[in-house]
């Protein structure tokens, strides 16, 4: 033991204290970074002297992997929710400006009701006109709402292929690094950080499972087993659809060639934004599409006129008071049942049920409605066919067309079961039995997103007291190295004072 | 075990807190401010069908109601009219009696012509619109006036009657004559069924069709809200009216005139029985609208009772709530504040 050891034994210590004290700096500097982690300062005795071999990082593999899954489930619930609250703008949210088909229907029914009780009132025709435009117009918009879902959702497939090409592209660059940096020994928790941030990003965008290599390489597959980085990333594409119909099939996401959204397809994506945004696309709204077309359908069949010469066996019946665009076809067969009708499912007769222009105040006659004949004058009507129903035509008391017309909005219809809102029902209780599909779906959707994100922050909490930066746990550390530092510097100073005394000793 | 707490977690707690708290002070807001659900598709759920059906059934009775109070104005106009006609035909019924003892037949004659032009006048009675005694012909007076056709068809029907008799005088008509003449002759066709083979009765007096009108006024309820003015007690009595104010009395030999007169008091007492019978069938209308106007009452007030049941709220609760979200929201702020001076970097020595 000698002087030189000792001043040796001091240096190490100052710069041991100023790598720990930099080190301190940066996990301050740091904290305000949600991805960042705790740096640590691997100290190590070689020949006796302690020295900052490493720089190592707190992580926590299993938080990471489970925040990367809440963060799948939370981007496809909340995507499906985003798309439902907007689904629910169709149905109305109060009473007096309630726009749902349901409520539409019933108001036509009422003003059906003030005529038939005033059948003589060109005032009442007008109004069950007008209540009937309104329904016609309610349902079209309806449809519009949900194509505009289905178009939205569809830009947002885009959006996120393009994401995760971009993230991926990142990922590349960032892998490689670690990769290199941990074959030659330098500090790559930075890159780590950044990593892993990058696979937080792509977690949102699609469900995903990570493996780990040989030098700190990962490899990413989606949730259904399908790669999409191995060394390098594979491309993932999809072709936008530029406007959406109701029979419009949206495109399918491809990784490397494989469809990862097709229905059945076997690598169908689980979570994340991607697959929210399909279900909605390709399941939920067209779903809702199938039972306001069932609606129209059941509308159509309820004011259809029937051929009132009492032709044999079956009479003749064309659209009256509503019409598929104009077409006289009343979209429905007759079932098994005597006087039970299947409604026909055509995607997007919501789309275009209007009102005939005959009963138009405008462009034709609104007492049609309670005479009957709505479709005589169209060029395509039978002109055989006797489709009116006031046995002298003109009086103005006659109401049982009326009235039959509202009994008909309660007359059982068999629906189509694929439309999911029950089959065996009135157009009304149809109607509001798909409000509560809706509804139901709502407040599904809404229920797991906000319990998917409830997940998703308790995983990040988790991870982020696991390997984030507190601040008085830093502060006091660097308190301890301060006085490391003061004390190693005192050395130092003493044994520079020793010399001094040796050497003026000697001269 | 809690080893550590990041600084970013122990930050953003509040924080968080104070956006989740301030979204459920805004919902709970607006249900305290209007007593409903503040969203009732996301709170209900598969009930907002069930929620939407009770809201238009209730939508329905009440316009149920006002549309019955249309079918009510037009069964008291129709009364009205039917007790002016009746009241009417009793002052007729008095004035025959007593020509028949004093033989004046011109004050009669008179008093017929005024009465039947207020018989067709009130007959053309109209409510919100419509001819009452119009049947679904309602858009057209059904009663044509007395001076018109119906005047020159009966005394063409007169004229042909003097011209059948030797000598073409009309005091040669044999009372026998004038009974078949009355009720199966010329003149009875001016007044038969319209549906009877000669009848000339839609042709000269009435547009009236002989459906009578009816309104549904409850669901699977109907009643008869009118009378056709081709009703048979509308007829003898515009008849009898006639047969006195039409036919020249005063030239008939006397007996003829007794039969004239006879056949007319016999019309007129058919004629108060069938106004009569048709006010009993307006009048049970009147009662069944009563009756069904108040059940209906009852049944809006049930229905929407049970939708304040499902997307109402206790206004006790929402204020306890609102109260709850308040005190939690002013603790977070607190705690926001009292965070942010903890830090270690507080206390060190500068």
Known sequence: ?507 | MLSAVSTSTLFAGPRNAVTTLQAKLSEAETEQSTGMLADPIKSLGSQIGLDETLRSQAASLANMQSANNIVDTTLTVSQNALSSVSSDAQTFLNSIVSAQNTGDVRTLQTQAKSLLDSFTSTLNTVSAGAYVFGGTNSSVAPMANYSGAPQTATAAAFTNLVNQQTPPQASSISSADMTSFLSSGAFANLFADPLQAGSTWTANWSQASSTGTSAVISQGQTVPTGVSANEKAFRQLASAYTSIAGLDLTSLNSSTQQTVLTSALEQVGYAMQGISDMQTTLGLSQSQLTKTNSALQTQASTVNNMVSQLDGIDPYQAATALTDLTTQLETAYSLTNQISKLGLVNYLPA
């Not at chain 1, 008085?472 to 001094?500: F, P, R, W």
């Open chain 1, 1 to 507: 033991m000698n002087l030189s050891t000792a001043l040796y034994g001091a240096m190490a210590g100052v710069s041991v204290a100023s790598a720990q004290i930099s080190v301190v700096s940066r996990n301050i500097a740091n904290q305000s970074n949600p991805n960042a982690t705790r740096k640590i300062a691997n100290v190590v005795t070689a020949n006796q002297l302690p020295a900052v071999a490493s720089i190592s990082q707190a992580s926590n593999g299993a938080l990471l992997t489970s925040l990367l899954s809440a963060n799948s489930n939370q981007a496809q619930q909340s995507a499906v929710s985003n798309a439902l609250t907007q689904l629910q703008g169709t149905l109305g949210t109060s009473s007096s400006d309630s726009t749902s088909p349901s409520a539409l229907i019933g108001q036509l029914s009422d003003a059906l009701q003030t005529y038939a009780d005033a059948p003589q009132s060109s005032a009442s025709a007008q109004a069950a006109v007008q209540a009937a435009t309104n329904l016609a117009n309610g349902l079209n918009s309806a449809s519009t709402a949900v194509q505009n879902v289905r178009k939205q959702a569809d830009a947002g497939i885009a959006n996120s292929v393009n994401t995760i090409n971009n993230i991926l592209g990142q990922f590349t660059q960032v892998n490689q690094s670690i990769v290199q940096g941990t074959a030659s020994g330098t500090d790559i928790t930075d890159a780590l950080d950044q990593r892993n941030s990058l696979l937080q990003q792509l977690s949102k965008q699609i469900g995903i499972t990570t493996v780990k290599g040989t030098n700190n390489d990962v490899k990413i597959y989606t949730d259904s087993g399908l790669t999409l980085f191995d060394q390098s990333p594979m491309t993932v594409t999809f072709q936008q659809t530029p406007a959406f119909t109701a029979s419009t099939q949206g495109n399918a996401v491809y990784v490397d060639g494989v469809p990862v959204t097709a229905s059945g397809s076997p690598y169908s994506v689980q979570s994340g934004a991607l697959a929210g945004l399909i279900s909605v696309r390709d399941n939920l709204a067209p779903t809702y599409q199938s039972q306001l077309d069932q609606i129209a359908g059941g509308l159509i069949t309820d004011f259809q006129e029937t051929d009132q010469s009492g032709a044999q066996p079956a009479p003749a019946v064309q659209a009256g008071l509503f019409t598929n665009g104009g077409s006289l076809t009343v979209p429905s067969t007759p079932t098994a049942t005597p006087g039970l009708a299947a409604i026909t499912l055509i995607p997007g007769l919501a789309a275009n049920i209007k009102v005939s222009p005959y009963v138009n105040p405008t462009t034709g006659n609104p007492a049609l409605l309670r005479d009957g004949g709505i479709s005589s004058n169209d060029p395509s009507s039978d002109p055989t066919g006797v489709y009116t129903y006031n046995p002298s035509p003109g009086q103005t008391g006659y109401s049982d067309r009326l009235n039959q017309l509202i009994s008909n909005l309660s007359q059982t219809l068999a629906f189509d079961p694929n439309a999911g809102a029950g089959t065996q029902a009135s157009a009304t209780d149809y109607a509001s039995s798909s409000a509560s599909w809706l509804g139901n779906q709502v407040s599904q959707a809404s229920n797991a997103a906000s319990y998917s994100t409830a997940v998703q922050s308790a995983a990040s909490t988790a991870l982020s007291n696991a390997t984030g930066v507190n601040l008085d746990t830093e502060l006091s550390n660097m308190l301890a190295l301060e006085q490391s530092y003061q004390a190693s510097a005192k050395l130092l100073s003493t044994v520079n004072t020793l010399y001094t005394s040796l050497f003026s000793a000697v001269q």
